[in-house]
Every structure is written in C-alpha cells, then in structure tokens.
C-alpha cells in the first residue's frame, strides 16, 4: 500500500466515508462534513506515526490541509525534507 492509498484508508476507516462519490480526493473534509478539529488533530497525530515525519504547531494551524490531496503532498513535502536532512547528514 502506497502513502497515499495509507492517507486514504486511515480517513475512510476513521471518519466512515467512502472516496469515489460525492466526496473526492479534492474535496473540502470539513466542509463535506467529514472532519472536524478534533479529527483533523487525530489525523496529524496518524500521519507523524505511520511515516515518522514530525508537524509542528505552526504546520498545524498555518496550513489547514483540507482534501485528501493536500494532506497527501503535505506528507510528500515533508518525506522530502527528511530525506534531504539525512543526505546533507551524511
């Protein structure tokens, strides 16, 4: 399972929704009514959890990542800054 597929699923699973109909990878989750805070906060602690990446605060209220998709590059972004700090590491 990709990062994506594993974004994917933890928020079907969590928040009981099903991408593919009248919500889409692009679509608004707390406006779909899908996510609130407290979810989004589950989601951020998941996603430090399952791919090792850190989210400070000011990630966490200065970028809302709303759809599936920002959330996915959210995590791609960081996966790259995490790589990018062990190559100048070593």
Known sequence: MNRTEKIRQFIED???V???GDVTSGSD???AGVMDSFGYI???SFLEDEFGIAI???DMLT???VSL???DGFVAGKLSERQGDAACAG
Do not use: H, P, Y
């Open 56 to 58: 400070s605060d000011e």
């Open 14 to 16: 969590r928040f009981l």
């Open 29 to 31: 989750l707390f406006k």
């Open 63 to 65: 970028s809302v990542f």
């Open 42 to 44: 589950q989601l951020m």
């Open 69 to 71: 998709d920002a959330i």
């Open 18 to 20: 099903e991408f593919g």
